[in-house]
């Protein structure tokens, strides 16, 4: 059983940055395709980044691409996503995710664990 804890949360200023990370126990971060969504109040949860398992493809969705960077540490068995120029509309809660197939991780479905978010609000 794969476990997701995300930290890094916070409120930051419009313009700010912040570094979420994603603690995975149960399994090496290596193996697992991983990725990030977040659900905005009222909103439908959707894509953000996805790096896939054995150091293959990441995709970034284009709406963020020019301000969030994901990454992984498989000697911390951690996962990251670096938020940089953040806006208002970036506000939202932020979930990591888990497979352990490779698969391509644009979509909710493809994953098998979530972690709880963590709360990401950024202030005009």
């Known amino acids: 059983q794969v476990q997701l804890s995300e930290s890094g949360g916070g409120l930051v200023q419009a313009g700010g940055s912040l570094r979420l990370s994603c603690a995975v126990s149960g399994n090496t971060v290596g193996m697992l395709t991983m990725g990030w969504f977040r659900q905005a109040p009222g909103k439908e949860r959707e894509f953000l980044a996805t790096?896939?398992?054995?150091?293959?493809?990441?995709t970034v969705a284009d709406y963020v691409k020019a301000r969030f960077t994901i990454s992984r540490d498989n000697t911390k068995n951690q996962m990251y996503l670096q938020m940089n120029s953040l806006e208002p509309e970036d506000t939202a809660v932020y979930y990591c995710a888990a497979a352990r197939a490779m698969v391509v991780g644009t979509r909710e479905r493809e994953y098998e664990f979530w972690g709880q978010g963590t709360q990401v609000t950024v202030s005009s």
């Open positions: 790096s896939m398992a054995y150091g293959n493809a990441e």
